[in-house]
């Protein structure tokens, strides 16, 4: 157990998409849409889709062993796990669970945590509190979704911008002066039916109506949660940074939800930072809610693009609304243990 006051971080990280690959021109067949408005509109030129039969815990399995592999850590030592995600296998039981007994982690407890798209950030920083107080040494973080599962396949206004798959990270001590420098959660329930799912729940249960209706799947008014994403990103990265003492000139990469390139721009243009030091992979996946930061972290750790010592600014929003900033320092666990 580590003790109280230890400093946590990224120790292990892993990640999984489906084979499918669904793009842009296929979609011009399903819906009244084409390749050029979405590139234009959201910068996504394809998804990624699970096959039939393969549900969110299939997903967060895979990425969640990498995680431990890179970690070089067995599932005996895991902790606790905690899976972000808005699309569980059903809603009973909890997705962490499903994972726990598939990863064959004897003493884990596990839950899962709702948060919109900002959900990797929230367990993020809960992981963090356990290891910090010194009550777990290896919290297990996945954020996993297959979004394909809830979306309207009728409706162009939501089914070009989403995909499935999964990003997994392993939170631990990590040495002083790294790991994770400070946390900004932010919520406005008010904004909840900007981005939500009608049915399914204990306000409207499920019923032959419900379901030719089809309001079991989201509903987004775009323009609306566009704009609070731009502030969310842009402000909420200022105000974080402002609290943890840090200035924008301190930021070597920002790790943005990956829901629209015009908001990951936005966001960049309120940090002053170059493209180069902004982590996408909105093009090749669409917008993966809770899997988007860590695949895209994980993504450039694997291409060596963040070095020992990087602060990095994770930045998400969504439905809730939620939203959310992590300040970072890395601590490049690879190299260390190599
Ligand atoms: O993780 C959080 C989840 N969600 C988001 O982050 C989404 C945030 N919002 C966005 O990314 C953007 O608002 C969208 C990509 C959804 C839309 O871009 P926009 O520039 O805000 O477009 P708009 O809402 O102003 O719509 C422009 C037009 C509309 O037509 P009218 O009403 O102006 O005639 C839409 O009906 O584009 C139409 N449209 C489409 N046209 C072709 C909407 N979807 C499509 C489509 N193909 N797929």
């Known amino acids: 157990m580590p003790e109280s006051g230890t400093r946590a971080g990224i120790i292990g990280m892993g ?6 690959v669904l793009t842009n021109r296929e979609l011009e067949a ?28 299939d997903l967060a399995l895979e990425a969640a062993r990498k995680a431990l592999e890179d970690a070089g850590i067995g599932p005996e030592e895991v902790d606790l796990i905690i899976v972000a995600t808005n699309t569980p296998d059903s809603l009973l039981p909890a997705v962490a669970c499903i994972v726990q007994d598939n990863l064959g982690t004897p003493r884990a407890g596990a839950f899962d945590l709702l948060a919109g798209c900002t959900g990797f950030i929230y367990s993020l920083s809960v992981a963090a509190q356990f290891v910090r107080v010194g ?3 290896h919290v297990l973080v996945v954020g996993a979704e297959t979004l394909s599962r809830i979306l309207d396949w009728e409706d162009r206004n939501t089914c070009v911008l989403f995909g499935d798959g999964a990003g997994a990270a392993v939170v631990g001590p990590v040495p002083e002066g790294y790991g994770l420098i400070h946390t900004k959660l932010g919520s406005d329930g008010s904004g909840g039916p900007l ?3 009608p049915a399914g729940g204990s306000r409207i249960p499920p019923s032959r109506e419900t379901v030719e209706g089809r309001l079991h799947f989201v509903r987004m008014n775009g323009r609306e949660v566009f704009r609070f994403a731009v502030r969310a990103c842009g402000d909420g990265s200022l105000e974080a940074l402002e609290e943890a003492g840090l200035s924008v000139d301190d930021v070597d990469f920002l790790v943005p939800h990956q829901a629209n390139i015009r908001i990951i721009e936005a966001a960049a243009r309120r940090l002053n930072l170059s493209m180069d030091r ?8 669409g917008n993966t ?17 963040i070095r020992d010592g990087d602060n990095i ?3 998400g929003f969504g439905a809730g609304l939620t939203w959310a900033v992590a300040i ?8 260390k243990s190599g």
Not at 32 to 57: F, K, L
Not at 291 to 305: F, G, K, Y
């Open 328 to 335: 970072m320092r890395w601590y490049n666990y690879r190299k």
């Open 278 to 285: 902004v982590l996408v992979n909105v093009d090749r996946y």
């Open 135 to 137: 009550m777990y040494r």
């Open 15 to 20: 990640s999984y998409v489906p084979e499918r």
């Open 313 to 315: 600014v994770m930045a």
């Open 195 to 197: 981005l939500y799912i």
């Open 289 to 305: 809610s809770t899997a988007s930061i860590p695949m895209a972290l994980e993504e450039a750790v694997n291409q060596e693009r």
């Open 30 to 57: 399903m819906v009244n849409t084409t390749d050029q408005w979405i590139v234009e509109r959201s910068g996504i030129r394809e998804r990624r889709i699970a096959a039939p039969g393969q549900a969110t815990s």
